[in-house]
């Protein structure tokens, strides 16, 4: 067999007990979801011999006809755990240290798992020598045996690869079209055709419509950002105008996520843009998560980033969030009322925040004093005198510069930008990597 055919596994395959499925027009499309960085380590307990085996829990997340088995994390053992030491409401991963991929043993495997009636089951094997790019994949369940059709990593460039496509060394979504508009040619010749293709495809869930959103949001369409979908409950009000992307007078009182949707659509007729006027909580945004794998933050409350940040660690999506605060100073101790004649402070944070980190628990960064809670509760607690457009473009170009750097695998972790302006020392800067807290009861698994 051709190890990196799964396609034929299935086509062999005709067990008593598990029958492969004939409906194919019916067939569910399975996607495995995971850390890139936990998927890593469990390889390297099979290097080191520690183990030969990984198992973990499934949640299951369908989309349609299409259903993301995502896994949270991982435990890894030398002996083949089995579905009967769990309930029929288990969905589980066996990950098996490379075999050689002989169907015989694979098959073997799978009937000793004991997979209960309910239970769905995946059986994955990387490739000799642990290659991503060389699997095999199965999901066992319902009496069926079906292929995994696409492993979605999470982690720097979300590579992602898909069944029977055993030649692609590239770690694209998609092969990459030649594309032969004019229009793209400048970011092609920077970006490269693979990571501008993955840029353009890659579906973003944008929460926040307002003066820091809109131009984020229309920045990335104007680049060529294919699908999107915009989220904002609020309506346009008068002052907003100033500082918000794609108004006109006479949208005061619409809705900031419809208004904004009908300037971008003729910027890019092309573009695939769904808008919702519900708050991030309503059951239509909680969709979007399930479509996502990048969702982009630009709220200015950390009940919300809370919430978005849950729901990111659910259905592991990348997060990044932008935030800008102009405030005036109020006094070393805080308790010094801010009066018109303190100075200003004027700041933006940009964190790409992966899996396994969140803004909740990633801490401060080096030779900070305030935390992302700190610049929150500064707004709540007054001193915020308005919003700068001139903060909100350092914050946008920053941000998309890093999403980029991520796409191309540039930026291997979760990481923080932090810019402060000062009348007398200009533009100060401050970065690095950041850590997820390993207890953090919001972003780890519970
Ligand atoms: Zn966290």
Known sequence: MDSTDSSCFFSIYQGPQLAMSQKKQTTTTY???????????????????????????????????????????L????SLPTGDQHSPLFDWILIHAPTGQQQGEILNR?????????QLMVYFEPGNGQQFDQWVGAVIGHDELQPLHTLQLIGPGLPRYRRAKPRTKSRTHRQPSKTTSEEWSRQIDV????????????????IGCGGLGSLMISSMVRKGLKRATLVDHDDLEIHNRPRT????????????????GR????????????LITKPVEDASVFDRFRRANVVISCVDNDDCRRYIAQRCAEFLCVNLDLGTMVARATGPTGNVPAVADNPL??????????????SACIGTLENSSNTTSAVAQDWQAGGRVGSLPSINLMAVGTAIQMYLSFLAGQING?????????????????????????????????
């Open 191 to 206: 970006l490269g055709e693979q990571v501008f293709q993955k840029f353009r495809y890659t579906e973003v869930l944008f």
């Open 414 to 446: 979760s990481f923080w930008q932090r810019m402060s302006w000062d009348d007398e020392r200009g533009l100060t800067t401050s970065a690095g990597r950041v850590t997820g807290d390993p207890r953090c009861p919001i972003c780890r698994p519970q």
């Open 263 to 274: 300037y971008l659509h003729r910027i890019r007729p092309e573009s695939l843009l769904t």
């Open 345 to 358: 402070i004027i700041s933006a944070d940009v964190r790409l925040l992966i899996p396994g980190a969140c």
């Open 110 to 118: 799978i009937s000793q798992s004991h997979v209960r009636m309910g």
């Open 245 to 260: 992307v794609g108004n006109q007078p006479q949208d005061v009182g619409k809705a900031k996520a419809l208004v904004l």
């Open 75 to 78: 435990r890894f053992t030398r």
């Open 31 to 73: 996607r495995l979801k995971i850390r890139e960085d936990m998927l890593t380590a469990a390889f390297a307990a099979f290097s080191n011999r520690q183990a030969t085996m990984a198992w973990g829990k499934v949640y299951r997340s369908y989309c349609g006809s299409k259903c993301d088995l995502i896994v949270r994390e």
